[in-house]
């Protein structure tokens, strides 16, 4: 996580200056930032974008790990940037910042997110009330199992950092990925929910939860500290379930 | 639009995990054949049997051999990670556990060595 900054010697101006390099296109644009106390990887952006090249193309909303929109690769790693410290990603002074893996590029570090929210679409990542709506409202008890597993993912904030780590998305551009399965996976334990059977039938294809290969890069990159994997393996445990219902009440 | 050209990063020790552990499932799918070629010629009489293990006792099959036994403990030992992810949601510190599964493929296979076999 953070590693400690040692504000005292910034302020004395200890490091002075960090040496930015952003992808643009297919080449990299130098910066030479001031370092600064408490100073975010989205306050380097910013200073860059103010002060040296205004063309400078990003996307940022709330700065405080609530939107999710500022993420970018840091370094090699995808991160949220607005509370991802400079002293805990560039010891040596030195920023590599580029778009999100897997996303096609609007410009600059600007990625497109429209094929990440159009597989929560396809992943049924919405609720559903179903036809006829219940007469009283449903009785969700705190410490249920179904509760405390849909808990355990529903702090999502779809920065698209999972995303942006995982191989198989890579290697599949169909690959559902892991925030749109982890969003399938709380709304099949959310028990006001009908349409279950829809969902699991959505994610088990060839593009869905079997696909994953457990590497836990989205569990490991995730800045909510959310764990898609185990979401994706309860998918794949109950879409297996499904599909032994199925058969048993074929035969 | 065009799609990033941004790189995966290096240091993936899952990553690692998964390729280890499909390459050592496909070899030993295609050792698979070979063992019941071995078991069918057991069939056709012991002078066979003799003449086919004949043929594996020089110095690339025996290696061939000790790899096989460390592919054979390596898929187990990472198989037995992803079911300890999937199954008991086991939140691991990856690189420690994955370099534990491949010691410990690599002590079977020394075992394997020094057992004479």
């Not at chain 1, 490991?220 to 764990?227: A, N, W, Y």
């Not at chain 2, 799609?3 to 020790?13: F, M, S």
């Not at chain 2, 037995?80 to 994955?98: G, K």
């Amino acid at each position: 996580m953070t590693a400690p900054v040692d504000h005292a010697a910034v302020a004395r101006g200890a490091t002075e200056v960090l040496r930015v390099r952003v992808r643009r296109g297919d080449g990299l644009a130098a910066f030479a930032v001031p370092r600064r106390a408490n100073q975010t990887v989205l306050d380097v952006v910013t200073e860059i974008q103010r002060d040296q090249d205004p063309t400078l193309a990003y996307r940022f909303a709330c700065r405080v790990g609530m939107c999710g929109s500022c993420g970018m690769t840091v370094n090699g790693r995808p991160r949220w940037t607005c509370r991802t410290r400079v002293a805990a990603v560039a010891p040596e002074g030195e920023l590599l910042l580029e778009p999100l893996r897997n996303l096609p590029v609007v410009k600059d570090l600007a990625v497109d997110m429209e094929p990440f929210f159009e597989k929560w679409r396809r992943a049924h990542g919405y609720f559903e009330p179903g036809e006829n709506p219940p007469d009283d409202f449903a009785a969700v008890l705190p410490d249920s199992v179904e509760r405390r597993e849909a808990d355990a993912g529903i702090e999502c904030i779809n920065c698209g950092v999972c995303y942006a780590a995982c191989d198989v998305v890579t290697w599949n551009p169909d690959y559902l990925g892991p925030a749109a399965l982890n969003r399938a996976w709380t709304l099949v334990n959310d028990v006001r929910d009908r349409g279950g059977a829809a969902r699991l039938a959505a994610v088990a294809g060839d593009a869905g939860c079997h696909s994953c290969h457990s590497h836990m890069s989205c569990t490991e990159h995730c800045p909510k500290s959310l764990s898609p994997t185990f979401a994706i393996a309860g998918l794949k445990r109950e879409t297996g379930k499904a599909a032994l219902r199925r058969l048993w009440r074929r035969g | 639009m065009r799609a990033g050209v941004t790189q995966a990063p290096h240091r993936r020790p899952g990553y690692a995990a998964a390729l280890v552990h499909r390459l050592s499932g496909i070899a030993l799918a295609l050792f698979l054949p070979m063992h019941f070629i071995a078991l069918g010629t057991a069939l056709q009489g012991a002078d066979r049997l003799e003449t086919f293990l004949g043929l594996t006792h020089n110095g690339f099959v025996r290696t061939a051999e000790w790899g096989l036994v460390c592919a054979l403990a390596a898929h187990m030992a990472l198989g037995l990670r992803v079911l300890a992810i999937e199954w008991l949601s086991y939140r691991e510190r990856t690189a420690i556990v994955v370099s534990g599964c491949l010691a410990t493929s690599f002590a079977v296979g020394l075992l394997f060595l020094l057992s004479g076999a």
